[in-house]
C-alpha cells in the first residue's frame, strides 16, 4: 500500500491535538482503488494505488480543536467493497477499548487483541485506546506499530484522551490504567486517587459504552475499583464488571504443577478468592491434580498452607526483583485468558477465578463487594457462580479476612460509590501487593 509521507518541515507544524484532524482531512485528498481477497486458509488485504490518484497534502488549519478521537492513520481509509468481495468467513467487527494503552502491558496485549488470537481469527476488531495528554505522544506510537503490523482483522484504530470519546459504543472496555503507589503514600491515598479515576471511567461507560459491554478492571486496586466503577454505570448490569484475578490463579498452577512434577495443564479447578492483594486466598482444598484432589496429590499440607500460599502472594515481588518492573507480558496472557474463559465454553467439571459481584452469592460472603470467585461460563460472555465447592475452617478463615479487607476499602471510598463519607480504617500491616506500588 502506498501512504504519502509528510515532510518535516510539514510535521513540525501539527500539535498532537490536530493529528485525528489532518489525518482523517488529508485522506480525503487521495482516492484509493481497494480489493480484498479471501482465501480458504488465510484472508489478507491487498490494495492498489495509481500513481497519479495520489495527490500531495495541503496543509489546511483546523477551523476548530477536539478531543474526540478519531481514526488513526491508515484506519481513516474508507474501503468501499462490491458485495462479492465482502468475505462471509467474517463476524461483525466487535469494538474494544483499551485504557493505560501506552503502558507496558498494552503493549503486550494490543497486538494479542489485533492479531486474532483471543477473540478469533474471524473476528474483525476495532481498538481504542485511551491515554493521556502526557502518554499522547507514546499513544501515536502504538498506533504507528499497529499499522506497521498489517493485521488482516484490525479494521479501525483510534486514540484520544477523554473516555466519553473512546468508550463510545464499546463492547469490550479493559480498564488497565491506573495510578502506582509512589514512596510514601498510603493504601487510603491510593484508594481515593485512583478510585476516582474509576469513579468517571464508570460514568462515561454508563453514558456512551454499549449497554451490554463486558468490562476487566486491571488497575489496582482491582477490586475496589472495580466495585467504584460499575456503581458509576447503573445502566450496565453489575455482573458485567470483572477484576483481573486470573494472573494470581495462573501463578498458583504453576506452584502446584512443580510441586506435583506434572505440567501445569493437568492442574484445574484452582480459585484464587477474595481480593487481589496479600489477603487473597489460593485455594488447594478444591484444586485437582490430573483430576485427583490437590490434597491426595501433595500431602504435606503445611506446604500447602504456607509456603504455596506465601509463593502465589510474592510471585510479583519476586519477579520486580529479578526483572526490575512489575509483570506486563505475563499480566496481558491472564487478560487475554480471562477473556477466552468468557467467549468459550468452560470445560467440564473446570471453572475459572475472577473478581465478580457478591450479590446474590451461594456462599455466604458479604454482598455488594467485589470478590474473587470460582465461575463457569457457557462461552456467551456470561458466567454463573460454581456451587459443588467445599470448605474446611482453614478456608473460610482466610476467605472472611480477604472478605474483612474488602469491606474497609468499600468504607473507604464510600464518597465515590454515592454511600456518603468515607471512612478509612484499613486493617492493620500492609497487604498492597508488590507490584502495586
Same mark, same amino acid.
Given at each position: 500500500?502506498?501512504?504519502?509521507?509528510?515532510?518535516?518541515? #510539514?510535521?513540525?507544524?501539527?500539535?498532537?491535538?490536530?493529528?485525528?484532524?489532518?489525518?482523517?482531512?488529508?485522506?480525503?485528498? !487521495?482516492?484509493?482503488?481497494?480489493?480484498?481477497?479471501?482465501?480458504?486458509?488465510?484472508?489478507?488485504?491487498?490494495?492498489?494505488?495509481?500513481?497519479?490518484?495520489?495527490?500531495?497534502?495541503?496543509? +489546511?488549519?483546523?477551523?476548530?480543536?477536539?478531543?474526540?478521537?478519531?481514526?488513526?492513520?491508515?484506519?481513516?481509509?474508507?474501503?468501499?467493497?462490491?458485495?462479492?468481495?465482502?468475505?462471509?468467513?467474517?463476524?461483525?467487527?466487535?469494538?474494544?477499548?483499551?485504557?493505560?494503552?501506552?503502558?507496558?502491558?498494552?503493549?503486550?496485549?494490543?497486538?494479542?487483541?489485533?492479531?486474532? =488470537?483471543?477473540?478469533?481469527?474471524?473476528?474483525?476488531?476495532?481498538? /481504542? %485506546?485511551?491515554?493521556?495528554?502526557?502518554?499522547?505522544?507514546?499513544?501515536?506510537?502504538?498506533?504507528?506499530?499497529?499499522?506497521?503490523?498489517?493485521?488482516? %482483522?484490525?479494521?479501525?484504530?483510534?486514540?484520544?484522551?477523554?473516555?466519553?470519546?473512546?468508550?463510545?459504543? $464499546?463492547?469490550?472496555?479493559?480498564?488497565?490504567?491506573?495510578?502506582?503507589?509512589?514512596?510514601?503514600?498510603? *493504601?487510603?491515598? %491510593?484508594?481515593?486517587?485512583?478510585?476516582?479515576?474509576?469513579?468517571?471511567?464508570?460514568?462515561?461507560?454508563?453514558? @456512551? $459504552?454499549?449497554?451490554?459491554?463486558?468490562?476487566?478492571?486491571?488497575?489496582?486496586?482491582?477490586? +475496589?475499583?472495580?466495585?467504584?466503577? %460499575?456503581?458509576?454505570?447503573?445502566?450496565?448490569? $453489575?455482573?458485567?464488571?470483572?477484576?483481573?484475578?486470573?494472573?494470581?490463579?495462573?501463578?498458583?498452577?504453576?506452584?502446584?504443577?512443580?510441586?506435583?512434577?506434572?505440567?501445569?495443564?493437568?492442574?484445574?479447578?484452582? +480459585?484464587?478468592?477474595?481480593?487481589?492483594?496479600? +489477603?487473597?486466598?489460593?485455594?488447594?482444598?478444591?484444586?485437582?491434580?490430573?483430576?485427583?484432589?490437590?490434597?491426595?496429590?501433595?500431602?504435606?499440607?503445611?506446604?500447602?498452607?504456607?509456603?504455596?500460599?506465601?509463593?502465589?502472594?510474592?510471585?510479583?515481588?519476586?519477579?520486580?526483583?529479578?526483572?526490575?518492573?512489575?509483570?506486563?507480558?505475563?499480566?496481558?496472557?491472564?487478560?487475554?485468558?480471562?477473556?477466552?474463559?468468557?467467549?468459550?465454553?468452560?470445560?467440564?467439571?473446570?471453572?475459572?477465578?475472577?473478581?465478580? #459481584?457478591?450479590?446474590?452469592?451461594?456462599?455466604?460472603?458479604?454482598?455488594?463487594? @467485589?470478590?474473587?470467585?470460582?465461575? !463457569?461460563?457457557?462461552?456467551?460472555?456470561?458466567?454463573?457462580?460454581?456451587?459443588?465447592?467445599?470448605?474446611?475452617?482453614?478456608?473460610?478463615?482466610?476467605?472472611? /479476612?480477604? =472478605?474483612?479487607?474488602?469491606?474497609? =476499602?468499600? *468504607?473507604?471510598?464510600?464518597?465515590?460509590?454515592?454511600?456518603?463519607?468515607?471512612?478509612?480504617?484499613?486493617?492493620?500491616?500492609?497487604?498492597?501487593?508488590?507490584?502495586?506500588?
Amino acid at each position: 500500500m502506498a501512504v504519502a509521507e509528510l515532510s518535516p518541515s #510539514y510535521k513540525t507544524q501539527i500539535k498532537p491535538s490536530q493529528i485525528s484532524y489532518l489525518s482523517s482531512r488529508l485522506w480525503d485528498h !487521495r482516492k484509493f482503488s481497494v480489493q480484498l481477497i479471501a482465501k480458504a486458509a488465510r484472508t489478507g488485504i491487498r490494495c492498489s494505488v495509481v500513481q497519479n490518484q495520489v495527490e500531495a497534502p495541503v496543509a +489546511t488549519p483546523p477551523k476548530e480543536q477536539s478531543s474526540k478521537p478519531e481514526c488513526y492513520g491508515i484506519f481513516c481509509l474508507t474501503y468501499d467493497l462490491k458485495a462479492e468481495e465482502q468475505t462471509k468467513m467474517w463476524k461483525k467487527l466487535i469494538t474494544v477499548a483499551v485504557s493505560g494503552a501506552a503502558g507496558m502491558i498494552s503493549n503486550h496485549l494490543l497486538f494479542k487483541l489485533a492479531s486474532g =488470537e483471543v477473540f478469533g481469527p474471524d473476528q474483525p476488531i476495532a481498538l /481504542k %485506546l485511551l491515554g493521556s495528554e502526557r502518554s499522547f505522544e507514546a499513544l501515536e506510537g502504538v498506533a504507528m506499530e499497529l499499522e506497521d503490523s498489517l493485521y488482516p %482483522l484490525l479494521r479501525e484504530v483510534s486514540i484520544g484522551i477523554d473516555p466519553y470519546d473512546v468508550f463510545r459504543d $464499546a463492547e469490550w472496555a479493559l480498564l488497565i490504567g491506573a495510578k502506582p503507589r509512589g514512596p510514601g503514600m498510603e *493504601r487510603s491515598a %491510593l484508594l481515593d486517587i485512583n478510585g476516582q479515576i474509576f469513579a468517571e471511567q464508570g460514568k462515561a461507560l454508563n453514558a @456512551v $459504552a454499549s449497554p451490554t459491554v463486558k468490562v476487566i478492571v486491571v488497575g489496582n486496586p482491582c477490586n +475496589t475499583n472495580a466495585l467504584i466503577c %460499575l456503581k458509576n454505570a447503573s445502566k450496565i448490569p $453489575a455482573k458485567n464488571f470483572h477484576a483481573l484475578t486470573r494472573l494470581d490463579e495462573n501463578r498458583a498452577k504453576c506452584q502446584l504443577a512443580l510441586k506435583a512434577g506434572v505440567f501445569y495443564d493437568k492442574v484445574s479447578n484452582v +480459585t484464587i478468592w477474595g481480593n487481589h492483594s496479600t +489477603t487473597q486466598v489460593p485455594d488447594f482444598l478444591n484444586a485437582k491434580i490430573d483430576g485427583r484432589p490437590v490434597i491426595e496429590v501433595i500431602k504435606d499440607r503445611k506446604w500447602l498452607e504456607e509456603e504455596f500460599t506465601e509463593k502465589v502472594q510474592k510471585r510479583g515481588g519476586e519477579l520486580i526483583k529479578k526483572w526490575g518492573r512489575s509483570s506486563a507480558a505475563s499480566t496481558a496472557v491472564s487478560i487475554v485468558d480471562a477473556i477466552k474463559s468468557l467467549i468459550t465454553p468452560t470445560p467440564e467439571g473446570d471453572w475459572f477465578s475472577s473478581g465478580v #459481584y457478591t450479590n446474590g452469592n451461594p456462599y455466604g460472603i458479604a454482598e455488594d463487594l @467485589v470478590f474473587s470467585m470460582p465461575c !463457569r461460563s457457557k462461552g456467551d460472555g456470561d458466567y454463573e457462580l460454581v456451587k459443588d465447592v467445599i470448605f474446611d475452617d482453614y478456608l473460610w478463615n482466610r476467605i472472611k /479476612k480477604s =472478605e474483612e479487607e474488602l469491606l474497609a =476499602e468499600k *468504607r473507604c471510598v464510600a464518597h465515590l460509590i454515592g454511600e456518603g463519607l468515607g471512612v478509612c480504617e484499613l486493617p492493620a500491616g500492609d497487604t498492597m501487593l508488590p507490584g502495586e506500588m
